[in-house]
């Protein structure tokens, strides 16, 4: 019998409809949590501004933390048995046309959320990055074996929150991760 690894947790494999379901709940769910604070609350949305200059920015920010999740997979172990662990769960059951889901609707909900609400009601501010960017780590949070994932996540989050404040535009943080995340998804299924 094999021994198992005490860094991944048992989980049951989710079928393809079961994560598409989820992200489009959760996707929903953080979009009513904005739209609500932003209602109830006094918050100043970080503004979305189109531009070519906004996209290339967001585009470059994008493949900057696709290639530090690469090196940083390579060389911190408990960072890549987190990400397998997420990836095998989330990524596996789905076909290549449902990458385009998983750049989009975790990319404009949790940045609405996390970058353009939370982040001004915080502060446009040191503080207000990490406050804002350890909530992104912890929505990540699948279980505190996976902590290497949340502290990552928590590092991309300030990342995102720094060209938020930087641009002074939600654009750029949002098509990062939407980038982020398809790239990601299409390197991940390649390699698998």
């Given at each position: 019998m094999a021994e198992q690894n005490s860094d991944t947790p048992e989980a049951e494999p989710?079928?393809?409809?079961?994560?598409?379901?989820?992200?489009?709940?959760?996707?929903?769910?953080?979009?009513?949590?904005?739209?609500?604070w932003i209602y109830f609350g006094s918050v100043t949305l970080i503004p979305v501004k189109f531009s070519f200059e906004a996209v290339l920015q967001g585009v470059a920010l994008g493949l900057a933390i696709t290639v530090a999740s690469s090196i940083t997979y390579r060389i911190w172990g408990a960072y890549r048995r987190s990400a397998d662990y997420y990836l095998e769960l989330i990524l596996k059951p789905l076909l290549f046309p449902d990458l385009i889901w998983l750049g989009l609707l975790p990319g404009l909900s949790e940045e609405l959320i996390f970058r353009g609400v939370m982040l001004p009601e915080f502060g446009l501010n040191l503080e207000g990055i990490l406050i804002s960017s350890l909530c992104f780590g912890?929505?990540?949070?699948?279980?505190?074996?996976?902590?290497?994932y949340i502290v990552w996540a928590t590092i991309i989050g300030i990342a995102l929150?720094?060209?938020?404040?930087w641009t002074g535009n939600l654009l750029v943080p949002i098509v990062a991760h939407v980038c982020t995340n398809f790239v990601a998804g299409c390197v991940w299924k390649l390699s698998d």
């Open positions: 989710l079928t393809r409809l079961q994560v598409l379901i989820a992200m489009g709940v959760t996707a929903v769910v953080l979009l009513f949590i904005a739209k609500a912890v929505l990540h949070m699948n279980g505190l074996k996976q902590w290497a929150g720094y060209s938020a404040v």
